[in-house]
């Protein structure tokens, strides 16, 4: 059948599974945009800035584990989605990023809003097409689709020119897809699985270190059989945070700079480290010369370019976790590790790492606990960078898997409002509360109105301190509280809600908080909390730069703890 550029885009996007666009429209993109409402099976979402749109799919894709896909315009359009392209790229989420181009005789001509963003954004993606033929077009988006999906997952572009939209062919969908270059590893070598199952089956003092990949990969089941098997106990990267649940006995929270300092010592002092899924970046490890230093390390993870790459690895594995667990399994001898686990055990008991402090004003961590409480631990949990992304990670205690949401490796404020709204429209039927800190929280305001059109019902907490505060308290502890640029004026917070349409409450007493809580649970559709919190307030456990992660700084114990 004879279709043109813009329905086969849509036919090749629904089959492909897609059901959720979010997007921006502009003038190359007006084809386009005349023809998905011809699709009902595609829902558009209009955000109000091209970032929010690739931000909303990432997190739509986090949660659903379906492709998330986002659109904009040639130009400043496609410039906007860059920063939400290297997030899902460094925390490997796979997002299709749909540009429009200038009509190809105007290219290379510097054109109205021409731009070359196949070129920008090679080093952020997995595989950048400009499409020049219509011929070509639904064998890129198979291609493209498939690219982002299979291995470690991460996004893709196409780049398609207004009058690739506009002309005509015979539409055929390439059912197969055959790239030659593109072979990822599935299945790990069996010499290699039992030298891992032999050094598991030996040692004394062995932790497991979860990451994203448990999340990416879905091998929550086969993550826990190996844990319980052989009563290896379990700590997290900080994008792993709810791949093994943190009620379970084997649970010791995750490491890092702002890490328990317990799940930190349990990686220090372990004779064998099995990493599944991470990538030893260097907020989980600190110094890396002087990182784990009694261990041998077997790495798993589908991305053979991670193993090796920071930290010296004794036994590589390259493989989908789902299936090299499955099979490392079968190989591992029931064990128990008494002494270890009272070892940890005793660790957490001196270095309690959850346990909040009496005070007269609003601590930030009494509200993600009071959050917790309320919910029940139910619930979707997306933040943005700073300090407020570290108190929800630490606590909130995360049961189920990819109830935590939020950007890893680009570090990227702004990202709570946009992905809050991709979490939620994935999952409509879970609660969702968006943690924000006050400064990256106006970065991305203007997603309160694509909240409001689309109906959602979405908690929001924004922590008003009145500080960059995570960058003031490098400048506290490091730069002798010499503090410039970091602190802010804001407007008030509730009122800009309300200009948007949005309920919204102010709360400055301790006392208000948990009815505050309730009372935005209670309301349909989106609502607002703005808390006045303690402005100086740190983040603790904190590693300084160049110190092991054993070496970690804490709060000095004050008389009287609120505990768990």
């Not at 054109?111 to 070129?119: H, L, P, V, Y």
């Not at 008494?338 to 790492?353: K, M, T, V, Y």
């Not at 968006?434 to 689309?454: H, N, P, W």
Request: glycine share 10%; aromatic share 8%.
């Amino acid at each position: 059948m004879i279709k043109t550029g813009a329905e086969i885009l849509c036919e090749c996007l629904i089959k492909e599974g897609v059901e959720v666009i979010f997007g921006f429209p502009g003038g190359v993109l007006l084809p386009l945009y005349d023809t998905i409402p011809r699709y009902p099976q595609l829902r558009h979402i209009l955000v109000r800035h091209e970032q929010g749109a690739a931000h909303a799919a990432d997190a739509y894709a986090r949660v659903t584990g379906k492709l998330g896909v986002c659109l904009a315009t040639s130009g400043p359009g496609a410039t906007n989605l860059v920063t939400g392209i290297a997030n899902a790229y460094l925390d490997s989420v796979p997002l299709l990023a749909i540009t429009g181009q200038v009509p190809t005789h105007f290219i290379g001509k510097d054109a109205f809003q021409e731009i070359d963003i196949t070129g920008i954004t090679v080093p952020i993606t997995k595989y950048s097409q400009l499409v020049l033929d219509i011929g070509d077009l639904a064998k890129a988006v198979r291609e493209a689709a498939h690219i982002a999906q299979v291995g470690r997952p991460g996004p893709v572009l196409l780049d398609i020119p207004r009058d690739v939209f506009q002309a005509r062919v015979e539409f055929s969908y390439p059912e197969k897809v055959d790239l030659p270059g593109f072979k990822p590893k599935l299945f790990g070598h069996p010499a290699q699985l039992k030298k891992a199952a032999d050094l598991i089956n030996s040692a004394e003092r062995p932790v497991i270190i979860a990451g994203h990949g448990i999340n990416i990969s879905r091998s929550f089941p086969e993550l826990k059989e190996l844990a319980e098997n052989a009563q290896i106990p379990v700590v997290s990267t900080f994008l792993g945070i709810g791949c093994f649940p943190e009620s379970h006995v084997l649970s010791y929270g995750w490491l890092g700079m702002h890490g328990m300092g317990y799940a930190n010592k349990a990686v220090h002092n372990a004779d064998l480290l099995i990493a599944v899924g991470m990538r030893f970046d260097d907020r989980a490890t600190g110094g890396v010369s002087t990182f784990a230093p009694y261990a041998r390390v077997v790495h798993i993870d589908v991305d053979a370019a991670e193993i090796g790459k920071n930290i010296p690895v004794d036994v590589p594995i390259v493989g989908d976790l789902k299936n090299v667990l499955q099979v490392l399994n079968k190989q591992i001898e029931r064990r128990e590790h008494i002494g270890w686990l009272s070892q940890l055990d005793e660790w957490r008991s001196q270095h309690p790492a959850m346990e909040i402090r009496h005070h007269e004003d609003i601590l930030p961590q009494y509200i993600i606990r009071q959050i917790h409480e309320a919910t029940k631990g139910d619930t979707i949990v997306v933040t943005g960078v700073g300090q407020a992304q570290m108190w929800a990670a630490q606590y909130f205690y995360y049961d189920k898997p990819n109830s935590f949401v939020s950007s890893g490796g680009l570090g990227t404020m702004g990202f709570e409002l946009p992905g809050a709204i991709g979490a939620k429209v994935g999952c409509p039927q879970e609660t969702v509360w968006c943690i924000a800190g006050d400064g990256g929280f106006q970065m991305t305001v203007q997603e309160l109105a694509t909240m409001v059109q689309e109906d959602l019902d979405i908690n929001i907490a924004v922590f008003n301190n009145g500080w960059l505060g995570m960058v003031r308290q490098w400048q506290d502890l490091f730069y002798n509280k010499r503090y410039f640029g970091t602190q802010l004026y804001n407007p008030d917070f509730v009122k800009i809600a309300e200009a948007y349409g949005i309920k919204g409450i102010k709360v400055s007493k301790k006392i208000d908080v948990r009815p505050a809580i309730h009372k935005a649970m209670e309301h349909k559709g989106p609502f607002l909390i703005e808390f006045i919190v303690e402005p100086e307030e740190n983040v603790y456990p904190f590693v300084p730069p160049g110190k092991t992660i054993a070496e970690f700084l804490e709060l000095p114990k004050p008389a009287a703890i609120l505990k768990k």
